[in-house]
């Protein structure tokens, strides 16, 4: 009988040894790993919100696009002062004016241009009207003229217009 006891309490000793040296420290390891999964989770599932609605954005972007053309158009990327000078060669040339002088200057995101021209007040005029309906924006600081010395010869206009761009 003592020799059952004994080995009932061995094993009740060695249960106990075993039980605080090999499964309560990976207890402690499991809620920890549960921990970090959570954590994770939480993280995906702010990644995947996040993703969500980037994605919804850029379906309202696409929604947009030619509205947003018609911005680019209006407001270019970088000055584009050769296209805006074959711009306004044509435009001259549309309203029967003959562009006689340009000189232009670069500054935060305006291109500045003095201009003259010859022509007719109506031809003035219809370059004018070419000008206000351009798809790029343009405002128009200041203009003058002079009018001819002879009756036949042309009347002369010098304008200040500026030209914006996106840098």
Do not use: H, W
């Not at 018609?70 to 711009?87: E, H, M, R, S, T």
């Not at 000189?103 to 935060?108: A, D, I, K, M, Q």
């Not at 009018?147 to 304008?159: H, I, Q, R, T, Y």
């Amino acid at each position: 009988m003592l020799r059952k006891s004994i080995i009932i309490i061995v094993t009740l000793v060695v249960a106990f040894i075993f039980v605080f040296l090999f499964i309560l420290p990976q207890k402690e390891a499991l809620g920890s790993l549960k921990k970090t999964i959570q954590e994770k989770d939480q993280e995906l599932k702010a990644l995947k919100d996040y993703f969500k609605e980037l994605n919804d954005i850029s379906k309202n972007l696409e929604d947009y696009q030619s509205q947003l053309a018609k911005i680019k158009l209006a407001v270019p990327d970088g000055p584009q002062v050769l296209v805006f000078y074959n711009f306004l060669q044509k435009a001259a040339s549309r309203a029967g004016l003959v562009l006689q002088n340009i000189s232009y200057g670069l500054s935060e995101n305006t291109i500045s241009l003095d201009l003259r021209v010859a022509g007719t007040m109506d031809g003035f005029k219809s370059f004018l009207s070419i000008l206000e309906k351009s798809a790029r924006m343009i405002s128009i600081e200041s203009f003058s003229f002079s009018g001819p010395e002879k009756e036949k010869d042309s009347v002369n206009f010098n304008l200040k217009i500026k030209a914006y761009f996106i840098e």
